[in-house]
């Protein structure tokens, strides 16, 4: 299938007119009292929550390319306040009740960013809506419903999560071959780089300068080196989540995973009709190779999954272009669930990484030794849980005993992902099994694949 455009970051920069012009890099070596590697949602929110609790401090945040160039300017959109880690790898170092508080808190985090965002005049699309994680065949339908009914376990009430039948699926978006859905409300549908070059702004406004095209080279105690000057500070956060292999000493700490979206070109009336999607719900499936997308503010389709899972060594892309293989799943995915969108073009395609730990937990962490933070490994939830990394850091870097600070997932630590070629090895054999997986289900297997089961086994999924 043809793109119009392929790369340029993403369609969220053209829908607003371009990338932005770039901000004054670093001139020289500077001192500060807290210096953030990244200006992505995680470094951004951490400015700002730090800035406004102690405006004496002098924050800088330094930026490689421009703010919100990464997974924060690229990304499907859903602010969701999910939890999809593994609730039991938390639970195993600390209690139930303390998983089941961090769950609260990551889903605090969507009325926290919309409440933000109207107070500094963000206007990034921002609507109140549902995710949808639709079933497609028997083997997917028993996965959904297990969703449903292992949120229900830690606490969820039908308040915020519920399932649907076909019907009613059908009803709200018309899905080729739908079985259900699993639901989770009270989510929100956003446009990523409108809220990141929003938030931007707003810590400018606090006084927070941030320094573009200046390279880090190396983070060490008390010192950011970078290819513009060096920065000392007694605290540094680091906030560089999909990129963070590309510093030096980081290469195994998280792995590099890629993930794209194809954007259509704007739906008619008729065509909408048909589809339906009147309620502009977040739209993923239950498949194990997983997809997600969202009616956007003009009326296009994003549809967004794994492609090509992952570059040799951490490597990543260039400027968002994606592979034409990627381009075909994409639309082949998308033309499967909605079959009443085979006669569109394709506007825009993009890539970008998020970053991957090897438990595929994430983390948020302050070391008073060194005076190190850091946020990350999102696993694609990251809109929504950087906005609770940079609370929780705000008050790491202060110093302060709060309720943040005892979530299970403050200063948890583990193992590096493997030397190369085992990484490429296990990701790519991880996607294949998981691949032919989704094939055998769709053909008829009853039940989930034991080659998903294997494939998660192979890296700890």
Partial sequence: MDVKKNGDVSFWYADIGGVPGYRPPLQG????????????????WTAYYL??????????????????????????????????????????ATSRAAVIAMQAAMTGTVNEVISVAEAEGIDADIRRTDELLVATNEAQEQRAKAMYAHARSWALTDERVGYIDAAEMRRRIAVHNARGAFVIKKVARIQPAKLVQGLARAVERLGVPIYEQTTVLSIEKGTVATN???????????????????????????????????VTEPLSDKLWSEIGWDGYEVLGDAAHTYCYAQRTREGRIAMGGRGVPYRFGSKTDVRGVTQQATIDKLHKILTTLLPQTKGLKLDH????????????????????????????????????????SGRTLRDLLLGNDTELTRLPWVNRTVRKWEPEPLRWLGVHSMYQLYRIADEREAKGLPRTSRLAALADRITGH
Avoid: M
């Fill in 29 to 44: 070596d500077i001192v500060a009292d807290v210096c953030i590697v990244g200006a992505g949602y995680t470094g951004l």
């Fill in 51 to 92: 800035k406004q609790a102690a405006p004496h401090l002098n924050i800088v945040v330094i930026e490689k390319e421009f703010a919100g160039f990464g997974a924060s300017g690229r990304n499907g959109g859903w602010l969701s306040g999910g939890f999809s880690w593994s609730r039991e790898k938390y639970e195993e």
């Fill in 228 to 262: 513009r000057g060096v920065v000392r500070a007694e605290k540094i956060v680091r906030a560089t989540e999909g990129f963070t292999a590309g510093i030096a000493g980081h290469e195994r700490l998280w792995l590099a995973l890629n993930s794209a979206i194809v």
């Fill in 349 to 388: 395609a993009w890539c970008g990484t998020l970053g991957v730990p090897r438990d595929w937990c994430t983390t948020v962490g302050f070391d008073r030794h060194t005076g190190i933070g850091w946020a990350g490994g999102y696993v694609g939830l990251g809109v929504s849980t950087s906005n609770l």
